[in-house]
Structures are given as structure tokens and as C-alpha cells.
């Protein structure tokens, strides 16, 4: 079983992976922390919590950490994911607080608590990431893998050239990029065509409680589902390539990120033409669509059954 550490910014899609992650009989998670991204901290701390405990995973930490970027005035995505983060979701408020301290210190004590076993996964913004390797530098030898759902080699989200995750946050971004590990990317190449179709969405309408609560209203307040599209499933993509590594096309690349651009700033500027120089991420190219939404349903299905 590989164990891992949650960054991330609850957000609809966020709840969809927490769920995945949760579900799946190869990963354990040790903690979740949370960033300001989606919507404000508060907001996505309290989506944490109360994702944890209608899931039943009370025992794991909930650590907040940064509300926003670095350098720059905060953004959200309140239009895309709505006011309080979860859409039109319908779960209890959290009784359970988070845990003390900061999500930064949280990150770095845990992997260094067992240095190579960890892998450590951020679907948000990347400030508690950048963060955390400024504080210890060391982090990055410490996690066993490092993987980032954000950016894109082709085009963007938040503006034509930069996805949101990276947008929130370029000099985060850019510090992650640069601290000397392999970043893998997997980007809006890949998970914008993780579509949850009305296939799809039917069969979450088959799963109790957790299909009428939380799947289906995730799923359907994201944008018109089809029976031949619909919204992309973005952050569940990088917990589905932490279970099956085959899902996921990957290709070596050096990826830097812009921060200065007028029209460009958050862009992921990747090269795939490495010369003699070393790669500093794995870039996701393409996706299994048809394993993936086995392997999401499929684990979906099981997560159902334990919730009354």
C-alpha cells in the first residue's frame, strides 16, 4: 500500500480524488493539508472536514496552511466550483476541528518522519509546497514521488496560457519546479479528457448516498453533461495516476514557469527536446479514459457501500 500526503484546495474536484483516494485499497493517507485556491482557506479547510468525516476517515489529519499566493493578490474559482466550494453538495457541516499547526510544518515532519516512503501529491496551488521546500530543502529527497495536478503544454484554463493552479501562484510554481527533484506533471492535456459523460454520471446515481450527496451534484455542477461530454474530472486524474501508473502517458521534459509575462504569467514553458540537459519533470500526455473511469467507479462503488 503507498502512502501519501494531500495538498489541496477543496474545490469540486478535489472532493472527487479525496474520494478516489480514499476508496482505494493501494493508498493510505496520512494527511491533508489545505491552501486557499478554489475558494478562501477557511472555506476549503472546512470542505476538508467534512469531506473526511462523511467519507469516515476521522483519524486522519486535516492541517490548514497558506490562504494565499506568495507575491501576488489571491485568486479563487468560486464562479467555477460556487460559493462555499462544493457546488451543490449536500454534506453535514464537520463536527471534528483541524489538527494544530501549520500545514508547512505538517508536510515536512511527516516525510521526514519515514524519508522515501511517502509520496506527497498537491492538486492546489503550490504556495504550502514552496513553502515547505524553502523551510527544508531536504524535502526533496524525502518524498518517494512527487506529483502536481496543474499546468499544461498547450493551453490553459484561468487565461489561454496558464492553468488555475499554477496562475495562483507562478513564483510557487516556480520555486516547486526548480528545488531539485522530478516533478510529475500530469496537466490539463491529460485531464481535460477525463469527462464525466451522462454514462458516467448515471452510474454515480446508482450509488446511495454518496452518488445523490455528493458525486452527482459534484459532477453535474461543473458544467452540461452529455451523453458524449462533459465536465472534466481535473484532480482525481493525479490521484488515479498515484494507484496505476499506467493509466498515465508520461514523457521527460523540462518545464519553467513563466512569471513575468503580460499575457503569459503561470504558463508552464515545456521542453521536450532535452539535449544534454536533465529533465525536472514527467509530463502526463494522454490518459486511459476507459481505465480510468473503471478504476473511479469502480472504487466509487466500494466507498458507497460503507457510507449508511
Known amino acids: 500500500m503507498k502512502k501519501i500526503l494531500i495538498d489541496c484546495d477543496p474545490g469540486i474536484d478535489d472532493a472527487l480524488a479525496i474520494t478516489l483516494a480514499h476508496g482505494s485499497a493501494e493508498l493510505e493517507i496520512l494527511g491533508i493539508t489545505t491552501v486557499g485556491g478554489n475558494v478562501s482557506l477557511p472555506k476549503t479547510t ?72 511517502i509520496s506527497l501529491v498537491a492538486i492546489g496551488p503550490l504556495t504550502n509546497i514552496a513553502l515547505a521546500v524553502r523551510k527544508e530543502p531536504r524535502l526533496v529527497e524525502w ?70 450527496d455528493l458525486l452527482v451534484p459534484c459532477a453535474e455542477f461543473y458544467g452540461m453533461v452529455t451523453a458524449s461530454d462533459g465536465p472534466a474530472i481535473h484532480d ?18 523540462v518545464v519553467q514557469v513563466e512569471t513575468m509575462g503580460r499575457f503569459t504569467s503561470g504558463m508552464t514553458v515545456v521542453d521536450f527536446h532535452l539535449g544534454d540537459r536533465a529533465p525536472n519533470a514527467l509530463v502526463g500526455t494522454s490518459i486511459d479514459t476507459g481505465r480510468f473511469w473503471d478504476l473511479m467507479l469502480g472504487t466509487y462503488a466500494q466507498v458507497a457501500a460503507t457510507i449508511a
Open 236 to 253: 482525481a486524474c493525479a490521484i488515479a495516476y498515484l494507484i496505476d501508473p499506467t493509466l498515465i502517458e508520461i514523457q521527460q521534459a
Open 46 to 117: 472546512a470542505n476538508a472536514l467534512r469531506l473526511r468525516e462523511f467519507l469516515g476517515f476521522p483519524e486522519v489529519p486535516v492541517v490548514p496552511g497558506s490562504p494565499g499566493a506568495l507575491l501576488r493578490p489571491t485568486i479563487d474559482a468560486a464562479e467555477v466550483h460556487g460559493d462555499s466550494g462544493l457546488g451543490e453538495t449536500r454534506l453535514p457541516p464537520p463536527t471534528l476541528p483541524p489538527a494544530d499547526g501549520h500545514a508547512v510544518d505538517f508536510i515536512i515532519d511527516t516525510l521526514a518522519s519515514a524519508p522515501g516512503e
Open 143 to 212: 518524498a518517494r514521488e512527487f506529483v502536481i495536478l496543474g499546468g499544461s503544454y498547450t493551453r490553459g484554463n484561468f487565461s489561454p496560457a496558464a492553468e488555475f493552479n499554477i496562475a495562483a501562484d507562478p513564483e510557487a510554481a516556480a520555486i516547486v519546479f526548480s528545488a531539485g527533484w522530478t516533478v510529475t506533471m500530469i496537466g490539463l492535456d491529460v485531464s481535460r479528457t477525463a469527462l464525466a459523460t451522462m454514462a458516467v454520471v448515471d452510474r454515480m446515481r446508482e450509488m446511495g448516498r454518496l452518488g445523490s
